[in-house]
T-cell receptor, first 113, second 113 residues
Framework: GENVEQHPSTLSVQEGDSAVIKCTYS??????FPWYKQELGKRPQLIID?????GEKKDQRIAVTLNKTAKHFSLHITETQPEDSAVYFC????????????FGTGTQLKVEL | EPEVTQTPSHQVTQMGQEVILRCVPI?????FYWYRQILGQKVEFLVS????????KSEIFDDQFSVERPDGSNFTLKIRSTKLEDSAMYFC???????????FGEGSRLTVL
């Protein structure tokens, strides 16, 4: 079945450093890859997404890269700040009925002062 | 900014009882979803709904679960006979199109005793 793997499960960085989170997906026909940030007890919120016809997308300190051949995509956060601390989930939309999102297992990012 | 709203925010129930979780998706959205998140784990797809019918469901969404859009605004998830393992945060989501950004509600925390 559809599967999204995410690494690392926890990531601790110093304020100002960069953070990279990586995901791989199983279905080569997947066409949409969002990243969600979830703060404790809150809903997942979309921070950036990329479609399969694009290799890279950037929004201020956040960027996502997609390698369709290798079936992996990555989130890059530069100049990290304490408020970036949260759980980050990657997801992939598998084509077919329903267009559901399948989520990765999450990365707990901690930005230390 | 329009948002998905969910009620109740927290429900405690006894094992074997029926529970109905309610959602009001964003008004011009056509696709509706239920996801669940067991504490500390990833977001799991339950069901997607389009054009007044289920378009896809996961293995989790067994005969104990049902969804309904009883009127033009509400989207409900019913669990007929709750089990302890149904304890989780249930998120409703909606999207305008496919693929498209998924907007999540704040969630309904279900505790089964």
């Amino acid at each position: 079945g559809e599967n999204v793997e995410q690494h690392p499960s926890t990531l601790s960085v110093q304020e100002g450093d960069s953070a990279v989170i990586k995901c791989t997906y199983s279905d080569s026909a997947s066409n949409y890859f969002p990243w969600y940030k979830q703060e404790l007890g809150k809903r997942p919120q979309l921070i950036i997404d990329i479609r399969s016809n694009v290799g890279e997308k950037k929004d201020q300190r956040i960027a996502v890269t997609l390698n369709k051949t290798a079936k992996h995509f990555s989130l890059h956060i530069t100049e990290t700040q304490p408020e970036d601390s949260a759980v980050y989930f990657c997801a992939a939309r598998f084509t077919g009925g329903g267009n559901k999102l399948t989520f990765g297992t999450g990365t707990q990012l901690k930005v230390e002062l | 900014e329009p948002e998905v709203t969910q009620t109740p925010s927290h429900q405690v129930t006894q094992m074997g009882q029926e529970v109905i979780l309610r959602c009001v998706p964003i008004s011009n959205h056509l696709y509706f979803y239920w996801y669940r998140q067991i504490l500390g784990q990833k977001v799991e797809f339950l069901v997607s709904f389009y054009n007044n019918e289920i378009s896809e469901k996961s293995e989790i969404f067994d005969d104990q679960f049902s969804v309904e859009r009883p009127d033009g605004s509400n989207f409900t998830l019913k669990i007929r006979s709750t089990k302890l393992e149904d304890s989780a945060m249930y998120f409703c989501a909606s999207s305008e199109g496919q693929p498209g950004e998924l907007f999540f509600g704040e969630g309904s925390r279900l505790t089964v005793l």
